[in-house]
């Protein structure tokens, strides 16, 4: 099993320019995540999936959207991307809410010029 | 709103040198209090769950307990393959999945 596969792993953009991070497991786990991680800080939330095809805004939303339209797969898009967005972007996923281990993936690390 | 303050920030130790990490927090019920372990450019590695006061988990050198109102994890005897950020997390028991992270303590063990 690979786990929590991240693609890609680094990315650089000019503000203004879209793109999207997708996350994939292979461990049938119903709930996915994307956080981000900025030095100083813990890991926040930006949004979840509680199963294939519902989306939820966590705790950090503006500037990101997402879908997840295959259990294994959970995308995270940027519309018009920031300096501000510039962090490390990680996917996380679990079995269930009883069960909410988080297993993540490597990480996404992305510079907004 | 929940909140987790783990200290110190950051912890150098001499390999076999015990030490604790502490996370406070703050959760209206606790569901579970997590740990995992960071290492450079690499995503957080799960280590425990821990769900209520009184409770112990150990994993080779490392032992989690819980309280009310705080976690700490014994590190004993600790390797220079132990360093590493650990990071603590809690959940609460109302509906949201969503799990608050500590900012971390990062962990330097010299031979």
């Known amino acids: 099993n690979a786990g929590v596969t991240q693609t890609p792993k680094f990315r650089v953009l000019k503000t203004g320019q879209s793109m999207t991070l997708l996350c994939a497991q292979d461990m049938n786990h119903e709930y996915m995540y994307w956080y981000r991680q900025d030095p100083g800080m813990g890991l926040r939330l930006i949004h979840y999936?509680?199963?294939?095809?519902?989306?939820a805004k966590g705790e950090v939303p503006d500037g990101y959207n997402v879908s997840r339209l295959k259990k294994q797969n959970f995308l995270l898009g940027l519309e018009s991307a920031a300096p501000s967005q510039t962090s490390v972007y990680f996917c996380?996923?679990?079995?269930?809410?009883?069960?909410?281990?988080?297993?993540f993936g490597p990480g996404t690390r992305l510079t907004v010029l | 709103e929940d909140q987790v303050t783990q200290s110190p920030e950051a912890l150098r130790l001499q390999e076999g040198e015990s030490s604790s990490l502490n996370c406070s927090y703050t959760v209206s019920g606790l569901r579970g209090l997590f740990w995992y372990r960071q290492d450079p450019g690499k995503g957080p590695e799960f280590l425990f769950t821990l769900y209520s006061a009184g409770e112990e988990k150990e994993k080779e050198r490392l032992k989690a307990t819980l309280t009310k109102k705080e976690s700490f994890l014994h590190i004993t005897a600790p390797k220079p393959e132990d360093s590493a950020t650990y990071l603590c997390?809690?959940?609460?028991?109302?509906?949201?999945?969503?799990?608050?992270f500590g900012a971390g303590t990062t962990v330097t063990v010299r031979a």
């Open positions: 996380a996923s679990s079995l269930d809410r009883v069960v909410n281990e988080q297993f």
């Open positions: 999936s509680v199963g294939e095809g519902t989306t």
């Open positions: 997390a809690v959940q609460a028991r109302r509906g949201d999945y969503k799990l608050s």
